[in-house]
Each structure stands twice: as C-alpha cells, then as structure tokens.
Nanobody
Framework: VQLQASGGGLVQAGGSLRLSCAAS????????MGWFRQAPGKEREFVAR????????YYLASVKGRFTISRDFAKNVVYLQMNSLKPEDTAVHYC????????????WGQGTQVTVSS
C-alpha cells in the first residue's frame, strides 16, 4: 500500500491550497482516510477524515468551515481543500488510512509542507 501526498507550498494568510493523497496497492472501499499535521515542536494532530464512501466526514474544530475533505473514486485520490489559511496552519501535513473498524491509522504518506506567512 502506498499513499502519496502532494500539494503543499508557501501561501500568504487568507490564501488557499489543495492537498492530494494518491492511494494505491489495495481496495480502499472499507477504509477511512485522514489528514493529520505536525508543526515544529508539536505532536501530530488530527485534521480531518472521510470514509471512502464519502458519506461521513469529521474535522478538527479549528479548521471546520475552512477546510473540506473529499475523495475521487475513479482516481483513488483524497483531497484536502484548505481556504482562509492562517499562520497557525503551518505544518507538515500527512495523509493516513485505516480500516473502518480499526481505530489506528496503519498506512501513512510521506508528508507535504504547508507554510502560511502572515
């Protein structure tokens, strides 16, 4: 199984970025896909998740209303659209996958850096 994250970059506060996570190596129909982030000196934190069916999403409170997680069945890609970015969103962002009936993410992408300047 491989997860390939991309789309990070440098953006000014108030700007937008769209992260992508390309998944391959198995069928993800019974998986939950998530985005996490880790800022310097801090622990990795949950940002958003979506069931592969797309029927269920959940967000970190501080990003709700600004970020949107979605997936493309045909391309096996999960997206994180990030709008109204703030300097505190600066972090390495990771995508992860876990079986829907398991609480632990067991597949991870390599991370993509998001930097928001003030």
């Amino acid at each position: 199984v491989q997860l390939q994250a991309s789309g990070g970059g440098l953006v000014q506060a108030g700007g937008s970025l769209r992260l992508s996570c390309a998944a391959s190596g198995r069928t993800f129909s019974s998986y939950v896909m998530g985005w996490f982030r880790q800022a310097p000196g801090k622990e990795r934190e949950f940002v958003a998740r979506i069931t592969w069916s797309g029927t269920n999403t959940y967000y970190l409170a501080s990003v709700k209303g600004r970020f949107t997680i979605s997936r493309d069945f045909a391309k096996n890609v999960v997206y994180l659209q990030m709008n109204s970015l703030k300097p505190e969103d600066t972090a390495v962002h990771y995508c992860g996958a876990r079986p829907v009936d398991v609480g632990t993410y067991n597949y991870w992408g390599q991370g993509t850096q998001v930097t928001v300047s003030s």
